[in-house]
């Protein structure tokens, strides 16, 4: 089991920044990767970027030179920073834990955390 706590949202205006955190907690030696998605009401939920084990990233089109993913495996954390916000990035973001123990392969999501850019 993996347990995944964000923090990080809120309201900004367009053209600012924010940034999210992603704690994990748990068997966190059984993560593979992890990602930052969004969801839109109504809408499915979109990846917005994703980084495994060695670093490798991977972003949206749509974020791709403002929003930045880290991991810092020191405190079991992922990080996205978002700079120059527009109001279509308003959303709910989920972190996902992709895990893979002796072969059982899960994800885990966060609840959720509410950014919101005001134009």
């Known amino acids: 089991q993996v347990q995944l706590v964000e923090s990080g949202g809120g309201l900004v205006q367009a053209g600012g920044s924010l940034r999210l955190s992603c704690a994990a907690s748990?068997?966190?030696?059984?993560?593979?990767?992890m990602a930052w998605y969004r969801q839109v009401p109504g809408l499915q939920r979109e990846l917005v970027a994703a980084?495994?084990?060695?670093?490798?990233?991977n972003y949206a089109d749509s974020v791709k030179g403002r929003f930045t993913i880290s991991r810092d495996n020191a405190k079991n954390t992922v990080d996205l920073q978002m700079n120059s916000l527009k109001p279509e990035d308003t959303a709910v973001y989920y972190c996902?834990?992709?895990?893979?123990?002796?072969?059982?392969?899960?994800?885990?999501w966060g609840q959720g955390t509410q950014v919101t850019v005001s134009s």
């Open positions: 748990g068997d966190i030696f059984s993560i593979v990767s």
């Open positions: 996902l834990a992709n895990t893979n123990y002796a072969g059982w392969v899960r994800d885990y």
């Open positions: 980084i495994n084990n060695i670093n490798t990233t």
